[in-house]
């Protein structure tokens, strides 16, 4: 509408925690089905509207950076042009298709990200840890991590601030370096923060695995390796 336009300066991604969520963007017809774990992502001025594709209540985790507090959402909308006309899907492509399947991906506005596709890394000098990123720009980063039981992470530190959210199981959260209370303990659903420069550890300290997603904006690495 036009006193809410879909439409923003950041870069952002879409997690879906149940359901089925059908994601558009309106502006060029693109439409893509993400299931539960799936996530989707796209850039700053890309038009979008998501709905409920199933009979199951829909949960999506938002991540979103540069944040709205920079003037990078609803503020932004305001001055990109309304949309006149909406497209749900691409008629250019009827009588072409699968033949056209890579000029549609070369076009595509938005990428849907699953397990397979992730970009894996191990993090930690002695104790190396899986770490699946989802996306990773010059402003967001988000990854996710799994703990098998009596695992735990070696400190870390980012070069932006952390948010957190428990996809499965108990995950323990310590905060080093800073007064009591430096211990949390989170489980199913729970979220987390730690600030831009605060050393942090994960401990799974129960019988079965666990595992959260997180969000870094701006930089993933501390200031000193990303200047590297």
Same mark, same amino acid.
């Given at each position: 509408s036009d006193g809410f336009r879909t439409v923003f300066a950041a870069d952002e991604i879409y997690y879906v925690l149940a359901g089925t969520m059908m994601l558009s963007n309106p502006e060029?017809?693109?439409l893509h089905r993400v299931a539960t774990g799936e996530a989707a992502f796209f850039r700053r001025d890309t038009w979008h509207h998501a709905w409920n594709a +199933?009979? *199951?209540a829909l949960r999506v985790i938002e991540l979103f950076a540069p944040p709205p507090s920079q003037g990078t959402s609803g503020a932004y909308a305001?001055?990109?042009?309304n949309l006149t006309e909406f497209r749900y899907g691409r008629d250019d492509l009827l009588g072409h298709w699968p033949m056209a399947a890579a000029r549609s991906q070369a076009e595509q506005t938005m990428t849907i990200v699953r397990d397979a596709d992730l970009l894996w890394r191990l993090e930690g000098h002695e104790r190396h840890?899986?770490?699946g990123i989802l996306c990773s720009t010059e402003h967001l980063t988000v990854g996710k991590i799994r703990l098998l039981p009596g695992e735990h992470t070696e400190p870390k530190v980012h +070069?932006? *601030?952390e948010s957190l959210y428990v996809l499965e199981g108990t995950v323990n959260l310590r905060v080093l370096g800073h007064p009591s209370p430096n211990w949390f303990e989170l489980g199913p659903k729970d979220g987390g923060y730690v600030p831009q420069g605060t050393a942090h550890q994960y401990y799974n300290m129960t019988g079965v695995p666990t595992e959260i997603i997180f969000g870094v904006a701006p930089s993933y690495l501390p200031n000193s390796e990303a200047a590297g």
């Amino acid at each position: 509408s036009d006193g809410f336009r879909t439409v923003f300066a950041a870069d952002e991604i879409y997690y879906v925690l149940a359901g089925t969520m059908m994601l558009s963007n309106p502006e060029s017809g693109e439409l893509h089905r993400v299931a539960t774990g799936e996530a989707a992502f796209f850039r700053r001025d890309t038009w979008h509207h998501a709905w409920n594709a +199933g009979t *199951d209540a829909l949960r999506v985790i938002e991540l979103f950076a540069p944040p709205p507090s920079q003037g990078t959402s609803g503020a932004y909308a305001r001055t990109r042009p309304n949309l006149t006309e909406f497209r749900y899907g691409r008629d250019d492509l009827l009588g072409h298709w699968p033949m056209a399947a890579a000029r549609s991906q070369a076009e595509q506005t938005m990428t849907i990200v699953r397990d397979a596709d992730l970009l894996w890394r191990l993090e930690g000098h002695e104790r190396h840890t899986p770490v699946g990123i989802l996306c990773s720009t010059e402003h967001l980063t988000v990854g996710k991590i799994r703990l098998l039981p009596g695992e735990h992470t070696e400190p870390k530190v980012h +070069g932006g *601030d952390e948010s957190l959210y428990v996809l499965e199981g108990t995950v323990n959260l310590r905060v080093l370096g800073h007064p009591s209370p430096n211990w949390f303990e989170l489980g199913p659903k729970d979220g987390g923060y730690v600030p831009q420069g605060t050393a942090h550890q994960y401990y799974n300290m129960t019988g079965v695995p666990t595992e959260i997603i997180f969000g870094v904006a701006p930089s993933y690495l501390p200031n000193s390796e990303a200047a590297g």
